[in-house]
């Protein structure tokens, strides 16, 4: 039988919070010194009439694709909401989760953002735009992640501080990786993404005992990371090797192939494991007592 910590209804403010919070505040700092560093986009970009610019039906795609995550997500919250309620889990952690997946449509705005300064034509660069999309990302899965946590202990705090600490030490490298233009400053957020999902995994699997949970990292890592690799070397650039198709075809997978799925099968998961059985568990139940 799981043994679940819950928080007395009606009462917010309480060390929990106040320990959420300090780890905010940390996160936050190194977020508020990035914008304070980073150039805007105005001054970052100049306007350059030989761009190629992604259109047609790859655009189409690329759009199609980013705008998905705006279906998904909120399935996902209700899924995640009603399957971890129903396995016994406390407000406070499915809290965090659905904060957690919330700053995941943060970071996908961001993202769009990202890309339409881009013409659609993905680069590997440095703007904020970029990094709020990895900041809000990583964020998400670690609120993803707690929000997974069947008993608060010593070690769950530590692990909460040492990701508020990544996303500090993050925050101060990209700027650097700016002025260097030097992609490799960027290594440290895949880092960190891979570390998370590695926690976000056994948590995942503590609570639901299902083997299947690899496949989360598998996608949202592996697959992701792949195609990120492949974009960086057979994506061209925009000015002076174009590539549209490889790179179009490579953004898509990145996304379609690796967040979304990630999520999309976590999100499947949850429901089978907190909201199918458990309605079958139910029925059957009602139908011994009947």
């Given at each position: 039988m799981?043994?679940i910590?819950?928080?007395?209804?009606?009462?917010?403010?309480?060390?929990d919070l106040a320990?959420?919070?300090f780890?905010?505040l940390i996160?936050?700092f190194g977020?508020?010194?990035?914008?304070?560093?980073?150039?805007?986009?105005?001054?970052?970009?100049l306007v350059?009439?030989?761009?190629?610019?992604i259109?047609?039906?790859?655009?189409?795609?690329?759009?199609?694709?980013?705008?998905?995550?705006?279906?998904l997500?909120?399935?996902?919250?209700?899924?995640?909401?009603?399957?971890l309620?129903?396995?016994g889990?406390?407000f406070k952690?499915?809290?965090?989760?659905?904060l957690?997946?919330?700053?995941?449509?943060?970071?996908?705005?961001?993202?769009?953002?990202w890309?339409?300064t881009?013409?659609?034509?993905?680069?590997?660069?440095?703007t904020?735009?970029?990094?709020?999309?990895?900041?809000?990302l990583i964020s998400?899965f670690?609120?993803?992640?707690?929000?997974?946590?069947?008993?608060?202990t010593a070690?769950?705090?530590?692990v909460?501080i040492?990701f508020?600490?990544?996303?500090?030490?993050i925050s101060?490298?990209?700027?650097l990786g700016?002025?260097a233009?030097?992609p490799?400053?960027?290594?440290?957020?895949?880092?960190a993404?891979?570390?998370?999902?590695g926690?976000l995994?056994y948590?995942g699997y503590?609570l639901?005992?299902d083997?299947?949970i690899?496949l989360?990292?598998?996608f949202s890592?592996?697959?992701?990371?792949?195609f990120?690799?492949?974009?960086?070397?057979?994506?061209?650039?925009?000015?002076?090797?174009p590539q549209v198709?490889?790179?179009?075809?490579?953004h898509?997978?990145?996304?379609?192939g690796?967040?979304e799925?990630?999520?999309?099968?976590?999100?499947?998961?949850?429901?089978?494991?907190?909201?199918?059985?458990?309605?079958?568990g139910?029925?059957?139940?009602?139908?011994?007592?009947?």
């Open positions: 799981i043994n910590q819950k928080s007395p209804r009606g009462k917010i403010f309480n060390s320990f959420i919070a780890c905010f996160a936050l977020l508020g010194y990035t914008l304070t560093i980073l150039p805007e986009i105005a001054q970052s970009q350059n009439p030989n761009r190629i610019c259109t047609g039906g790859w655009k189409f795609g690329l759009i199609v694709t980013h705008i998905l995550t705006f279906a997500i909120p399935l996902a919250m209700r899924i995640f909401y009603d399957g309620k129903n396995l889990l406390g952690v499915i809290f965090a989760s659905q957690g997946l919330a700053f995941i449509m943060v970071a996908i705005a961001a993202e769009i953002g890309h339409v881009q013409c659609w034509y993905y680069q590997n660069d440095f904020m735009l970029n990094f709020m999309f990895y900041f809000f998400a670690v609120l993803w992640s707690d929000g997974l946590v069947i008993k608060t070690l769950t705090r530590l909460n040492l508020a600490i990544s996303l500090l030490v101060i490298l990209y700027p700016y002025k233009d030097n490799s400053f960027k290594v440290p957020i895949y880092i993404l891979t570390i998370v999902f926690v995994t948590r503590q639901l005992k083997w299947k690899i989360v990292p598998i890592v592996g697959v992701n990371l792949t990120v690799f492949l974009l960086d070397k057979y994506g061209g650039d925009p000015y002076t090797n198709a490889l790179n179009a075809l490579f898509i997978l990145h996304d379609l690796g967040t799925a990630g999520v999309a099968i976590f999100t499947w998961l949850v429901y089978s494991k907190g909201i199918a059985e458990f309605s079958h139910n029925q059957e139940k009602l139908a011994i007592e009947n």
